[in-house]
């Protein structure tokens, strides 16, 4: 699984050098306000992935370079479920008729959907 939070948390210690990463909402340390820290960490390479899982407040839009909005809306992790075994077309088949049977599209676990919820 992959929290944003964590991310977020190792973000603020290495990039503003901080001894304990609580210490990022604190200004005199930082030098910058946290809604600032958090979209700088938004647009860095380590948490650009994480943009996705934010619904911004009344519609407002995260732009690179000002303060975050509010956020209405998370999802606080992620999970990969990679297959990794081999199977015969056959056995393969017998799996699609199955998950086509319960209703299993392939939209069923998809962050679209549950986005659609925020």
């Given at each position: 699984m992959t929290f944003w939070f964590s991310q977020f948390k190792e973000y603020v210690t290495e990039t503003y050098q901080l001894q304990d990463w609580?210490?990022?909402f604190d200004e005199r340390l930082t030098g910058v306000d946290?809604?600032?820290v958090f979209s700088n960490f938004l647009f860095?390479?380590?948490?650009?992935?994480?943009?996705?899982?934010?619904?911004?407040?009344?519609?407002?839009r995260l732009e690179c370079g000002t303060e975050a909005p509010n956020?209405?809306?998370?999802i606080l992790a992620t999970m990969e479920i990679g297959c990794f075994f081999s199977f015969t077309i056959?056995?393969?088949m017998g799996i699609n008729a199955v998950a086509e049977r319960a209703n299993?599209?392939?939209?069923?676990?998809?962050?679209?959907?549950?986005?659609?919820?925020?």
């Open positions: 609580r210490h990022v946290i809604r600032q860095d390479a380590r948490g650009a992935k994480f943009q996705t899982m934010f619904t911004w407040d009344s519609g407002q956020i209405s809306a998370s056959d056995q393969m299993l599209t392939d939209s069923t676990f998809s962050i679209s959907d549950v986005r659609r919820t925020f």
